[in-house]
């Protein structure tokens, strides 16, 4: 790498870490460090919530899977458009109807502490190994492009992203996501280009490619395995407790519903966009083998973007990559602040608990740097990331979003759902392959992973229908809602909200200036960088007029 890309990272890391720090003086309690103040816009809400899922591996994860097996790629992530649309006509607004800002605050209006207590243990133990996941593809990225040893870059990385999570809150996570989504997309177009141009065109790349390339599926990604995948992301994308924050930050139940919808259309356009270049190196250099292929992605960027454009785009890699770490890493403070912390000292004040919070997002995150040393010992990222998915995601989530449609539930009958396929789950993943050597190939791991707590909870629902027992539980959680309203004001989240598109159009002027600068060194790639950061340029000063307007009308500085 050149010294100006290593100058444009630094620059870029600045302008995040600005961005990030800056919301720590908005907002000193509990809903604004943890839901934003409650009426985000579902816009930037559903950009987060895409940037928070699509950055877990895109680079990294479905990078390898595109150089390995091609087209497949594309096809899995498109199907993930399908998740998002049934969760935006259907779980989203649920989630918002409960008036609670966790899942763990649901679970102990709608099935009791108990079951809550048992939750929040298992998913803060899960929350280790995802977000462990999630950090070493950050580090991966750094190793790759500049070599710089992978623990270190563990250590570096997870304490930047720490310090901004712990002052900013949620507010922090979601402008830092939208960043990186406007720089990545802005990337990845001046990528594209110069990709085809480099393989000789479409036609070339096309004829150059392997038989089965362009296969819809691919190896072991088969038809069965896709179907599975939509069950799964449906469930994890609508029941895990990071992602159901995006729901319950939002004004109201229709706002909800389009941070479904928007993540479904983006996941719809978007794959096949991110997606070819990986493929096209594969033409380029089919060498990489193993945990190799881990670093196609950023392998092609290195072959094709000018000096200093690598920097940005190993940037918005970084952080953007990120954004599933910090999520999680808000989440888990909230859970252990609201849920288990709170109810131990009730008498605590707001000073007390976001110090608390505060406190709790950083031992979290000492944890996720531990789990991420320990992905290369588990046979890489894709390993990791998948094998967690199939096991453990039908199985968490599956019963809390079953409860918020069924009066029939119970707080027993979610836990022995979840009990058994956990069981059920890692027999098949650790035992059955030691004593009998059988072991579920990657489409049967996710549709047993998926379907097997759906159907447990289907029985459930039919002997509850069969013997009509009191629904007192459910009777109890409804009479709680109706009780307790939605009586807050909005206009603490709406003053958040000006705050923030005031910090993201100066980030955006910021960082088009960037892309300005880099244009004069830009080579052949000058005339992208140059409208690129025009349009970053201007809607960087159109959200901070239209922050000027909002603080007007609500008369704050």
């Avoid at 444009?8 to 907002?27: D, E, H, N, P, R």
């Avoid at 952080?319 to 999520?327: C, G, P, R």
Wanted: charge should be positive.
């Amino acid at each position: 790498m050149h010294q100006l890309d290593y100058l444009t990272i630094f620059i870029f890391t600045l302008i995040i870490l600005g961005a990030g720090l800056s919301f720590g003086k908005q907002g000193g309690d509990m809903k604004s460090f943890f839901a934003a103040g409650g009426a985000v816009p579902w816009s930037i809400s559903g950009l987060s919530l895409f940037m928070s899922f699509f950055s877990a591996g895109t680079f990294v994860v479905w990078g390898s899977i595109a150089y390995e097996w091609g087209w497949v790629a594309i096809t899995i992530q498109m199907a993930m458009c399908i998740s998002g649309f049934l969760i935006g006509k259907y779980l989203a607004p649920k989630w918002k109807e409960t008036q609670s800002i966790t899942v763990a605050e649901y679970l102990t209006n709608r099935f009791g502490k108990k079951v809550q207590q048992y939750y929040t243990f298992i998913f803060l133990v899960l929350s280790l190994g995802y977000t462990g996941a999630f950090l070493y593809p950050v580090a991966k990225i750094l190793n790759v492009v500049t070599g710089f040893d992978i623990y270190y870059a563990i250590l570096l990385l997870g304490g930047m992203i720490m310090l901004y999570t712990a002052v900013g809150g949620l507010w922090a996570v979601i402008v830092t996501d939208v960043l990186q989504f406007v720089i990545l997309t802005a990337a990845v177009l001046i990528v594209l280009p110069l990709s085809l141009e480099k393989v000789g065109g479409m036609n070339q790349f096309i004829a150059e490619a392997p038989d089965t390339f362009f296969n819809l599926f691919n190896g072991e990604y088969t038809f069965w395995f896709i179907l599975a995948f939509v069950g799964y992301n449906t469930i994890f994308i609508g029941g895990n407790w990071a992602y159901v924050q995006r729901y319950t930050s939002v004004k109201d139940k229709s706002s909800a519903s389009k941070v479904g919808y928007l993540f479904g259309v983006l996941y719809l356009i978007s794959p096949l966009i991110w997606m070819l270049p990986p493929m096209i190196y594969r033409v380029l250099d089919p060498s990489l083998t193993g945990l190799e292929t881990e670093g196609a992605y950023l392998r092609m960027c290195m072959s094709v973007l000018p000096v200093g454009m690598l920097g940005l785009m190993l940037g918005g890699m970084i952080f953007a990559t990120a954004s599933s770490v910090n999520t999680s890493l808000n989440l888990a403070a909230a859970v252990l602040t609201n849920d288990v912390y709170q109810p131990l000292y009730p008498k605590a004040g707001p000073k007390t608990l976001m110090k608390v919070a505060r406190i709790a997002t950083l031992l979290f995150g000492l944890g996720t740097i531990a789990v991420a040393f320990m992905v290369p010992l588990a046979g890489g990222i894709v390993e990791v990331v998948l094998s967690i998915g199939a096991v453990t995601g039908g199985a968490l989530y599956a019963p809390a979003i079953w409860g918020l449609f069924s009066k029939r539930q119970t707080g027993t009958s979610i836990l022995v759902v979840t009990g058994l396929s956990l069981l059920i789950n890692l027999f098949f993943k650790f035992i059955s392959p030691a004593l009998f050597s059988f072991s579920l190939g990657r489409s049967s791991e996710m549709i047993v992973g998926v379907f097997l707590p759906i159907a447990l909870l289907a029985l459930y629902e039919i002997y509850g229908k069969v013997e009509n027992p009191q629904f007192k539980q459910y009777e109890n959680y409804l009479e709680r809602n109706k009780r307790s309203g939605l009586t807050e004001s909005l206009n603490d989240g709406q003053i958040q909200n000006t705050y923030g598109y005031k910090v993201m159009g100066w980030a955006f002027i910021g960082i088009g200036l960037l892309f300005f600068g880099l244009g004069i060194w830009g080579g052949g790639g000058s005339i992208y960088l140059f409208i690129m950061g025009t349009l970053i340029f201007l809607l960087g000063y159109y959200a901070v007029h239209y922050s000027s307007k909002q603080a007007k009308a609500q008369n704050i500085k």
